[in-house]
T-cell receptor, first 112, second 115 residues
């Protein structure tokens, strides 16, 4: 099956710990994105990458970091500097120059 | 500054009725306007999209109406069904010289279709 996988579906961490969320795609897409979703806030762009070894900050990048070492993988690290890390995190991908973004199933992160 | 404003926040419709969700944008450079559907605990999925060179696009029971002069676009769901109950997001993006597009999302509308 082609698509985007995010793991795990639920993740629990203690405050002060860094945590890495996984995103893998087998759609051969060049571009990948990370969004954060909070109730009533829509989707907000954290980071995006248009090509391997390159990425740009989105609207709310503070407290997050990413890497893009492989075309199919775009992991997101939520650092201890992120003030309110508890949220639903969504990964997406798109063809080069394409409009349509395909989303993964999401990871719900809870930090206590 | 919110670039895409979506209303209403929530909507309750009877089965068979018409659901209408509205969005307004500010940036006249936007040239792609998609609607996404999201079920609880799932990722959003593209429902239908339109470009500003047409005023309406229909796919099955779903129609986008686009008013370029008013900078508004709306989603109409005809013959709404309980299975349509979900959160709907409008979005907008602009051509970045051939580079991949960044989508700006509205805050979403929770649609409930009562049987």
């Amino acid at each position: 099956d082609g698509g985007i996988t995010q793991s795990p579906k639920y993740l629990f961490r203690k405050e002060g710990q860094n945590v890495t969320l996984s995103c893998e795609q087998n759609l051969n897409h060049d571009a990948m994105y990370w969004y954060r979703q909070d109730p009533g806030q829509g989707l907000r762009l954290i980071y995006y990458s248009q090509i391997v070894n390159d990425f740009q900050k989105g609207d709310i990048a503070e407290g997050y970091s990413v890497s893009r070492e492989k075309k199919e993988s775009f992991p997101l690290t939520v650092t201890s500097a992120q003030k309110n890390p508890t949220a639903f995190y969504l990964c997406a991908s798109a063809n080069r120059g394409g409009n349509e973004q395909y989303f993964g199933p999401g990871t719900r992160l809870t930090v206590t | 500054q919110q670039q895409v404003k979506q209303s209403p926040q929530s909507l309750i419709v009877q089965k068979g009725g018409i659901s209408i969700i509205n969005c307004a944008y500010e940036n006249t450079a936007f040239d792609y306007f998609p609607w996404y559907q999201q079920f609880p605990g799932k990722g959003p999925a593209l429902l239908i999209a339109i470009r500003p060179d047409v005023s309406e696009k229909k796919e099955g029971r779903f129609t986008i109406s686009f008013n370029k002069s008013a900078k508004q676009f709306s989603l109409h769901i005809m013959d709404s069904q309980p299975g349509d109950s979900a959160t709907y997001f409008c979005a907008a993006s602009k051509n970045s010289g051939g580079s991949n597009y960044k989508l700006t999302f509205g805050k979403g509308t929770l649609l409930t279709v009562n049987p």
